[in-house]
């Protein structure tokens, strides 16, 4: 049987309790109530990718709405308008310090007026829409680069968005097996779905790969941080994009069940809480994750073998490899 549950409550006795500065997360980063040039940035934000997906859907309406003719060429203009907003939107959501994404718009938007200027001249479908276009751009260009320049002066600390993850399984199996399995970070690949690989550099060290989503991978550097033989196994991410911490700890389960695995586990990955959210939408988060790790690795330790299928595993929501073949997976 599986437990889950998200909490910042310590895990369990004896484990390294994670620090609560860096574990917690920040309301104010999830709420939105920062001050209010990082509140303008995200509304900034969340417009630039209404207005992109808008752009991208129904590029003749949007040519109309402004004044244009609604051609071919209008509707190409502003397809490649939208991939821009969508693009600086999504930018700007996702970056702890997105003064660089607000001067990309303030580019897009002087882009968006030239061409403005360009359609007035060859005569628009309406005049008067298309004026009113212009200045509301003007409006925005100038929101824009007002954000950019007061985000720029400032010089309080970003905050920080996570995620933690306490789940636990009871596994038919001796503790020192199961410890022998995990200690062996090269093992984790074969339960672990959403890791391509893991390379041992040395006795305390060694460097991630995993799978993110819409198809990218992501790399770093982990060390072994508390290894107690048959017990509890601690490690830290460092370096690289992902910040990630977490410990494994093997203990008796009541009535000589076999042993009681408990994982938590602390991530915050690139993008802060909006990569949590587009994580969850692409069926990849976190808690999925782990969970889903800990029914395989119950499986491979109990039976030996593992049915791993594109189409799913056993209720499974997390993005899996192509089937493999049943067989023996022993501890290396």
Known sequence: MTTTHLSPRPAYPGSRQLPRSRSAIDPEAVSGRGDGGERLAKALGWFSIGLGLASLAAPRGIARLIGARGDHADETILRLVGLQEVACGIGILATRKPTGWLWARVAGDA?????LSGAMASGPEDPNRMAAATAAIAGITVLDAGNALQLGRSRRPARRAASEVIKSVTINRPAEELYRFWRDFRNLPRIMS???????????????????PAGMTVQWDAEITKDVPNQLIGWESVGGRVDTRGSVRFAPAPGGRGTEVHVRMWVDPPGGALGLWFAWLFGESPDQQVSDDLRHFKQVMETGEVVLSSGGFDGTHIAQRPAQPPGSIPAR
Do not use: I
């Open 111 to 115: 882009v968006h007026l030239s061409l």
């Open 194 to 212: 959403h890791l391509e690989s893991v390379e041992v550099e040395g006795e305390t060290r060694s460097r991630w790969t995993a799978k993110a």
